[in-house]
């Protein structure tokens, strides 16, 4: 049997509708992400992960917590599953951004890969922090069950990068808050079951 590495997001949080680069900004789960967390929780209970791994933000933190509390696994933290930094962008509003940075906002959307923010970082530094995840992913034995709770942009990078295909195709995928993602782990091999699994939610 393989080894099964789930990736969720964490839950609702402010910021995420109405829309801010939210990034290294440590804001907690909403009451709706409190919610979400719960039922992922409930989700991953039949079949616990053996090892929990997140985010050092607060947000993806109580996500895991909740997972934990039901599983009886408790979450260790990970840097490298920590969010994209915005540098100067971090907390601004779309429109800020598009008043400010009307061309690196236009950049942002169509060429993602592109751009580094001011002061912050890019895609490609992502990249690599995904890169030390799906390693360190390897190094489990035959048939553990492993959790990672991250963020919307972290889990596009590693999705990207489980799939073969360019940074240039971030917008390509979605990532739903608490969302299940679900990869099997075969020697060398990936294989990616499940994508943007927001089922446990309805």
């Known amino acids: 049997m393989p080894t099964t590495l789930l990736i969720a997001r964490h839950g609702d949080v402010e ?4 829309e801010r680069f939210r990034g290294h900004q440590d804001v907690p789960l909403t009451l709706l992400g409190d919610r979400q967390a719960g039922k ?3 989700a991953l209970a039949d079949s616990p992960p053996v090892k929990i791994f997140t985010s050092p933000l607060v947000r993806c933190k109580m996500t895991a917590q909740a997972v934990s509390d039901l599983c009886g696994t408790e979450p260790k933290i990970v ?4 969010d994209i930094d915005y540098g100067d962008w971090q907390w601004k509003t779309v429109e800020e951004a598009q008043r400010e ?7 942002w959307y169509s060429a993602p890969h592109a751009v580094r923010f001011p002061n912050g970082e890019s895609l490609q530094d992502v990249a690599v922090r995904a890169a030390d995840a799906l390693r360190f992913a390897k190094s489990f034995q035959r048939e553990e ?3 990672y709770v991250s963020h919307d942009t972290v889990i596009r990078v590693l999705l990207l990068q489980l799939l073969g295909a360019p940074l240039s195709s971030y917008w390509r995928l979605a ?5 299940i993602n679900e990869v099997t782990i075969r020697g060398d091999g990936w294989r990616v079951e499940r994508v943007n699994d927001t089922a446990h939610l309805e």
């Open 15 to 18: 910021g995420i509708s109405p």
């Open 40 to 42: 992922l929780a409930r």
């Open 79 to 82: 840097d490298w599953l920590e």
């Open 101 to 107: 940075s009307p061309k690196m906002l236009e950049l």
């Open 145 to 147: 069950r492993i959790l």
């Open 175 to 179: 990532q739903g808050p608490c969302c």
